[in-house]
């Protein structure tokens, strides 16, 4: 079955950075455009970014342009968020999600993985 | 930025009601619509992608409670017969333009 597990969150300070990756199992990932989606606490939900199938394509949400970077391993089913210049505002819950751009649905999410920025 | 007004914010039905959510959104965005039930500490999980339940757009192993219809600007989330276990927090996706964006969600509890 889709299983999409993430990890990498944890604590960290204003101006810090972290590493989020998301393991995929369970579908052909490299045939699938791959999102990164934000939850913060008690609030609603915040698409960040994509990627698409073969890396060509990138996008972001203006609130992390130029401080986040997605990338993806197809050999090794995986996705990363390069999180820099972290800020009060970018604690979330992050989920890794499968689809997810222009035309293209969210169709399956993973359990996520709390990112919590304070000093 | 394509806002989702989505409404009611909250609400509380008994079992076997009739339950319906909607989601305007502010510029036409065809049918690239989608809604997800989320229950608490846990992931969305998709419901409906575009727009309708037809056969095609209703996820696999979806209850057929669950329907959407819509297009353009204006789409409808029902339930035809809540049950306990549809106690969670629904929202809706547009997937048309960038940024992707989502409704404020709809808080839908037990009376």
């Known amino acids: 079955q889709v299983q999409l597990v993430e990890s990498g969150g944890g604590l960290v300070k204003p101006g810090g950075s972290l590493r989020l990756s998301c393991a995929a199992s369970?579908?052909?990932?490299?045939?699938?455009?791959m999102s990164w989606i934000r939850q913060a606490p008690g609030k609603g939900l915040e698409w960040i970014s994509y990627?698409?199938?073969?890396?060509?394509?990138?996008k972001y949400a203006d609130s992390v342009k130029g401080r986040f970077t997605i990338s993806r391993n197809n050999a090794k089913y995986s996705l990363s968020l390069q999180m820099n210049s972290l800020r009060a505002e970018d604690t979330a819950v992050y989920y890794c999600?499968?689809?997810?751009?222009?035309?293209?649905?969210?169709?399956?999410w993973g359990q996520g993985t709390v990112v919590t920025v304070s000093s | 930025d394509i806002q989702m007004t989505q409404s009611p914010s909250s609400l509380s039905a008994s079992v076997g009601d009739r339950v319906t959510i909607t989601c305007q959104a502010s510029?036409?965005?065809?049918?690239?619509l989608s809604w997800y039930q989320q229950k608490p500490g846990k992931a969305p999980k998709l419901l409906i992608y575009?727009?309708?339940?037809?056969?095609?757009n209703l996820e696999i192993g979806v209850p057929s409670r669950f329907s959407g219809s819509g297009s353009g600007t204006d789409f409808t989330f029902t339930i035809s017969s809540l049950q306990p276990e549809d106690v969670a927090t629904y929202y809706c996706?547009?997937?048309?333009?960038?940024?992707?964006?989502f409704g404020g969600g709809t808080k839908v509890e037990i009376k």
């Open positions: 999600a499968r689809g997810g751009a222009e035309t293209l649905p969210t169709d399956f």
């Open positions: 369970g579908f052909s990932f490299s045939d699938y455009y």
């Open positions: 990627i698409s199938s073969s890396s060509v394509d990138t």
């Open positions: 510029q036409a965005i065809g049918n690239y």
């Open positions: 575009d727009a309708s339940d037809s056969a095609s």
């Open positions: 996706q547009q997937y048309d333009n960038l940024p992707l964006t």
